[in-house]
Structure formats: C-alpha cells, structure tokens
C-alpha cells in the first residue's frame, strides 16, 4: 500500500509532466521555468538542448528582501526580463510547473511580459 505522501508525490510529478511534455527550450527560445515553496518563488532561464542554465532568479537575492507576496513576483518577473535582455533573448517558453497560472505566478508572468519577454 502506498501512503498518502507518497500518493502526494507521484500525482505532482505526473503533473509536471503533463505540462512540460510539449515544452522545449532552445538556446534562442529558452523556458522561462517557476517554482514556488511554500516561502520562496524562483525564475529560471533554461536552454533544454545544450542543458544549460542561462539565468535564475529568485527571492533570495539581496534586491527582493523587503517585498512580500505578488511584489516580489513582480520584481522577480521584471528581473528575470531584464537579464534576458542583456543575453539578447526576447521570446521564451513560459514553464509554470505543476502550479496553476493563478496568483504569485500569473503575477511573475504578467511583469515579465510588461518588462517586454514574449510567450
């Protein structure tokens, strides 16, 4: 029998799975990956054909201490654009995870399109 956690784990990463089963990231048209604990929310950059990591993000740095709640998923998003812009990248895949595309993370996505990434 499995337990209730483990029951817990396999339904999130069937999940995932189903969301990133069509999603593919290219050196010019990298995913734009979140992920949210329970008290932190993280932004990456990543390039799925060489495996890289171009650029992360996230609530652990200095600039986003003070903000709380979708704040700091505005600032996160706005960021995370702006470094796309200086390694010349415009256009990503946006890769919400298991998370659905409500709150904190409707909120990265929307001040990422304003800060001018397209997806």
Do not use: W
Request: aromatic content about 6%.
């Amino acid at each position: 029998m499995e337990s209730s956690l483990e029951k817990k784990k396999v339904s999130r990463k069937r999940r995932v799975y189903r969301t990133r089963k069509s999603l593919k990231g290219t050196s010019e048209k990298p995913r734009l990956s979140v992920f949210r604990s329970n008290r932190h929310l993280y932004a990456q950059l990543i390039d799925d054909e060489n495996c890289i990591t171009l650029a992360a993000y996230g609530t652990l740095a200095k600039e986003i201490k003070g903000k709380k709640g979708k704040q700091t998923a505005a600032a996160i998003g706005t960021k995370i654009a702006e470094i796309a812009k200086k390694k010349k990248i415009k256009n990503v895949v946006f890769d919400r995870g298991r998370f659905k595309y409500h709150g904190l993370i409707a909120e990265l996505a929307t001040a990422a399109r304003k800060a001018g990434l397209q997806f």
